[in-house]
């Protein structure tokens, strides 16, 4: 049984469409990987909940401040 034959969307190479392929079924398996990330610029999860950590800390003061703060 043949596979159909695509023309990419990106790259205009012609391919076969093949059942299991991974991506997307208009670009051809090279322009369906993944791209790869800087991992110099990839924040790590741990980053992310210090940051959302100290955030969230800020946003309790301030609410904290404003409710309790007494009036002058």
């Keep these: 049984m043949?596979?159909?034959?695509k023309v990419c969307a990106i790259c205009s190479e012609e391919f076969e469409l093949?059942?299991?392929?991974?991506?997307f079924a208009?670009?051809?398996?090279a322009c369906s990987a993944p791209e790869q990330i800087d991992s110099a610029?990839?924040?790590?999860?741990?980053?992310?909940?210090?940051?959302?950590?100290e955030a969230n800390e800020a946003?309790?003061?301030?609410?904290r401040d404003l409710l309790y703060r007494k009036d002058s």
């Excluded at 043949?2 to 034959?5: R, Y």
């Excluded at 208009?26 to 398996?29: E, K």
């Excluded at 610029?41 to 950590?53: L, V």
């Design 2 to 5: 043949a596979f159909p034959i």
């Design 18 to 23: 093949k059942p299991d392929k991974p991506g």
């Design 26 to 29: 208009n670009r051809c398996p």
């Design 41 to 53: 610029t990839e924040r790590t999860p741990a980053d992310e909940r210090k940051t959302d950590r």
């Design 59 to 63: 946003r309790r003061q301030a609410i």
